[in-house]
């Protein structure tokens, strides 16, 4: 059984010099899901991310590991890295303000939320072999078992299903 991790082990996964958002938590909770907001620096827009939030997609992308080993859940921690990867990518690049990520167990599926305070609908694109970006979307429609976006454009989720429907 894996050892069940503290707000204290989760806080160690922040990036050097990263700023939570004031009253807001970074936490695992064993049987909810995980939950971090946290402040983008302001030179990541235009399509830029800064050299400080470069590091935001791994730390996610750790804190899901974790979470999903909690769960018991390594048929599906690659694809879950992945999707919250690219996710979170996306808002650092597109979104404005602080960045809120949650992962959680829904009924028979692991659900992802990136939250990212731009009101601008997240659509995939056609990127050409020469581009160096702009397949994320791409990625996500093809590993996720469903994704969409809020009404309001600001959280672009996907989930993967459980495949012995079980929810942990």
Avoid: K, Y
């Amino acid at each position: 059984m894996s050892p069940q991790m503290t707000s204290t082990m989760l806080l160690a996964l922040r990036p050097a010099g990263a700023q939570a958002v004031p009253g807001a938590s970074f936490r695992l909770l064993p049987r909810e899901g995980l939950d971090v907001a946290f402040v983008r620096s302001s030179e990541s827009m235009g399509g830029a991310i800064a050299e400080e939030d470069r590091l935001w997609p791994q730390q996610m992308r750790r804190a899901v590991r974790a979470g999903l080993s909690r769960w018991n859940r390594p048929d599906i921690t690659e694809a879950a890295e992945l999707l919250v990867t690219e996710l979170v990518t996306n808002a650092l690049r597109h979104g404005r303000g602080d960045v809120r990520v949650r992962v959680h167990l829904a009924t028979g599926r692991v659900l992802i939320e990136v939250q990212d305070g731009s009101h601008e609908v997240a659509v995939p694109r056609n990127a050409t072999p020469v581009d160096e970006d702009g397949r994320g979307l791409l990625l996500v429609t093809a590993i996720a078992d469903d994704w969409g976006v809020s009404p309001d454009g600001t959280t672009t989720w996907c989930s993967l299903l459980l495949r012995d429907g079980t929810t942990a």
